[in-house]
């Protein structure tokens, strides 16, 4: 056997990819578990990750027409009872406000009081809390189509909670719309869908899949979900984003109506569309290496970090001056529609400093020492490339290049994703071969996408997720109509569909 490469990150994936994971987001400085169970607290270099994610999505909406507003933390418990499927959905994952203050007990402990006359359910989603507001601002055609998003919190009581992917508490953007017409609400459903691909393609360079949830995997009240997929590491599916054609159902649970231009009262119809911190978690998992996080370019906290070398003190002042014109200089350059972020790292603590950047994912590094300076360069690592890649630049030349040495990692970060999931992409239409494939006993068979026949019933549907606790991921938009057999049943299909195991 071969020596072992030396990681900054232990296990690797290989050992355990779970394990890794909680590892890297640790190593990375992004995010910390609080003392509150199940919730997490979002660092700088994670949280500044998010501004940028925000900043991006933020712009793309308001590009469709969507104007932001914020509404209430608390909902009434009978607003969540208006959508029957809506409420069962998301009961068991309710935090609920039961009184609204704190008395000391005979022993001087604080208990609740003052109880509410209704309870309280912390904001789990907000299409009814929205839907009682657009039943005042709506009462007219003229008054639509209204086209809302607001960036929020919301609380969902997870029992197995993660850092970044699955926590009670996370960050989000919610998109609601009200439509006069279930074409045109259908068409913003679709749009919407499109911007999240285009960002999280564009941004995170991570591919997708696009397509519709079967109905036992579609958003509690909605007619139709659309989706996309990514493939992480592991194998495993990913759900980026989500986009909901609400039909009139929230619509008639909240009484939003308005007159039509024929005179008539209607109920609107409506959609609601969202993405969370949890596209961060699919970042790590996608571009991640033994060594830490890789950010995408066009979405990292920083862009480039200069560590100056420095062996006398006498040699700092004017190394630091070379760094600090170097920075100068590349900060006025844009990248992804902003301006390049460089840090200077003077710490004195030695070669640790370049690991810590690696491990943060910092896509460039600039080592500057006096030989350096001397010769009027750097030397210069990328973070898609191995640690010890590193090559020497004129000063000019980095300055110059800088912008397209960017592009050329997140290009690089996006083609290898492709690579990966074509590589780990499958057909099959036998069962045995289809069980084999997904069964964790057998050691040597790697689970991924399969691309299988399903006759649609949801019984089929459950006996897989009960087996081999893979569900379908989507119903693919290009998926072609051809006959075969369910991979389950064996009854006649019309289509194939996207099965994998899944976050």
Known sequence: MGKKVKTAITPTRDEDYPAWYQEVVKASDMAEHSAVRGCMVIKPWGYALWENIVSKLDKMFKNTGVKNAYFPLFIPKSYLEKEAEHVEGFAKECAVVTHHKLEQDENGKLVPAGKLAE?????????????????????????????????????????????????????WQEGHTAHSTEEEARERTMMMLEVYTKFVQDFLAIPVIQGHKTESERFPGAVDTLCIEAMMQDRKALQAGTSHFLGQNFAQGSNIKFQAEAKEEEFVWTTSWGMSTRVIGGLIMTHGDDDGVIMPPKVAPSHVVLIPIIRKPEEKRKIIEYCQSIKDAVSAREYGGRKLIVEIDDRDIGGARGWEWIKKGIPVRAEIGPRDMENDSVFMGRRDKSPKEKEPLKREEFI???????????????????????????????????????????????????HAHWCGSAECEEKIKKDLSVTIRCIPFNSTTEQGKCICCNSTSSRRVLFSKAY
């Not at 929205?130 to 919301?154: C, F, H, T």
């Not at 110059?400 to 499958?426: C, G, P, S």
Request: charged share 30%.
């Open 400 to 450: 110059n290049k800088i912008v397209d040495i960017l592009d050329d990692i997140q290009n690089n970060l996006y083609n290898r994703a492709v690579e990966f999931r074509k590589e780990n992409t499958h057909e099959i239409d036998e069962q045995k071969k289809f069980y084999d494939f997904f069964d964790s006993k057998n050691q040597g068979i790697h689970g991924g996408f399969v």
């Open 119 to 171: 309870p309280l359910i912390v904001r789990p989603t907000s299409e009814t809390i929205i839907g009682e507001s657009m039943s005042k601002w709506i009462s007219s055609y003229r008054d639509l189509p209204l086209l809302l998003n607001q960036w929020a919190n919301v609380v969902r009581w997870e029992m197995r909670t993660r850092l970044f992917l699955r926590t009670s508490e996370f960050l």
